[in-house]
């Protein structure tokens, strides 16, 4: 894993150390809301300067090349930048199911996935603790971990934060939400998700590329994107394939999901207070083999 030269050479420790300095007044995402976390001060995200998780564990239900034969060694982080009104994993992001680890603590979580035979470690909604994490991950390296990191978050990242990354991450696992930034400020309050993550995307893909399979079709490294679609087109779907195709590469892998559904506070938007139809999602697959008929396309969609 790059991570490990980063460390044997003393970079994952200077990386660590020029992340922190993002996190006394808080600049880790591009909310940029400035709070003194580490005086004990809650940032708009919700994250303190402890590392909170709601769980973590052996994942079978991520994308093929993510599990392998001994699952996704997942750790899922309370809190998240975004406000997505339709969250489907509300009561993490929110908050409401968290407890606090230490950065040993989250080492030790880190050794233990891989001893239970997960074939990576995959940071859900990562991007508020990146500091805590480099700091854990530098404990796990010299405990021995050497099985590739995920980056699995909402693209909605900063590039100096991603910058930091470049040689740590192995692979990144973002969504791209929304072409339209009206759509983003109504059902996640942030006006500027389709520029930030169009960036963060195009950063990703040059730190990393495209996905690479080993011999036994589980990823060691590369960019896989995720699209969920959403009722009535509002994801933008057809236009965040074009920009893929166009600006990442024709080439790239993406998840296209099928599973949105209303919940949390969905139902106060009749017009996304619904599943989509076949159709709808019959429609999103086709934009992409449009967009680009080299994507290689993980079209799970148990529903249909
Ligand atoms: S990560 Fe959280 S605390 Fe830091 S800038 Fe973003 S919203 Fe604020």
Same mark, same amino acid.
């Given at each position: 894993m790059s991570y490990l030269n980063l460390y044997r050479s003393g970079e994952l420790r200077r990386r660590a150390d020029e992340l922190r300095k993002h996190i006394d007044r808080c600049s880790l995402c591009p909310w940029e809301c400035g709070a003194l976390r580490l005086e004990g001060?809650?940032? #708009?995200?919700?994250? $303190?300067?402890?590392?909170?998780? *709601? $769980?973590?564990?052996p994942h079978f239900g991520e994308e093929?090349?993510?599990?392998?034969?001994g699952g996704s060694g997942t750790i899922f982080f309370s809190f998240c930048s975004l406000r997505c009104v339709f969250c489907q994993n509300y009561e993490t992001s929110r908050? @409401?199911?968290?407890? =606090?680890?230490?950065?040993?603590?989250? +080492?030790? %979580?880190?050794? &233990?996935?891989?001893?239970?035979?997960?074939?990576? %470690?995959?940071?859900?909604t990562p991007s508020h603790f990146v500091y805590q994490i480099i700091e854990a991950l530098e404990a796990a390296c010299g405990l021995g971990l050497q099985i590739p990191l995920v980056y699995n978050c909402s693209g909605y990242e900063k590039l100096d934060?991603?910058?930091?990354?470049?040689?740590?991450?192995?692979?990144y696992l973002p969504d791209i939400k929304y072409a339209d930034a009206e759509?983003?400020?109504?059902?996640?309050?942030?006006?500027?998700?389709? @520029?930030?993550?169009?960036? !963060?995307? #195009?950063?990703?893909?040059?730190?990393?590329?495209?996905?690479?399979?080993?011999r036994n079709g589980?990823?060691?490294?590369?960019?896989?994107?995720?699209?969920?679609?959403?009722p009535g087109g509002l994801a933008g779907t057809a236009n965040l394939m074009e920009f893929i !195709?166009? =600006?990442?590469?024709?080439?790239?892998?993406?998840?296209?999901?099928?599973?949105?559904?209303?919940?949390?506070? +969905?139902? @106060?938007?009749?017009? %996304? *207070?619904?599943?989509?139809?076949?159709? =709808?999602? #019959? &429609?999103?697959? +086709? +934009?992409?083999?449009?967009?680009?008929?080299?994507?290689?396309?993980?079209?799970d969609c148990p529903r249909f």
């Open positions: 001060e809650r940032g #708009k995200c919700g994250a $303190g300067d402890r590392v909170e998780i *709601s $769980g973590y564990g093929p090349p993510l599990v392998g034969r908050g @409401r199911e968290r407890y =606090e680890v230490s950065t040993g603590e989250l +080492a030790e %979580i880190m050794l &233990e996935l891989q001893k239970r035979g997960c074939v990576n %470690i995959n940071l859900v934060i991603l910058r930091n990354l470049h040689g740590i991450v192995d692979i759509i983003a400020k109504k059902y996640s309050g942030i006006e500027d998700y389709p @520029r930030v993550a169009k960036a !963060a995307l #195009k950063e990703m893909h040059r730190q990393v590329g495209d996905l690479v399979l080993d589980v990823a060691v490294r590369g960019l896989l994107i995720r699209h969920l679609v959403m !195709a166009r =600006e990442i590469s024709p080439t790239s892998w993406i998840n296209i999901m099928d599973q949105y559904y209303p919940t949390y506070l +969905a139902y @106060r938007y009749p017009e %996304i *207070s619904r599943r989509i139809s076949r159709e =709808e999602f #019959k &429609e999103a697959v +086709a +934009a992409a083999k449009s967009a680009s008929p080299q994507f290689h396309l993980i079209i």
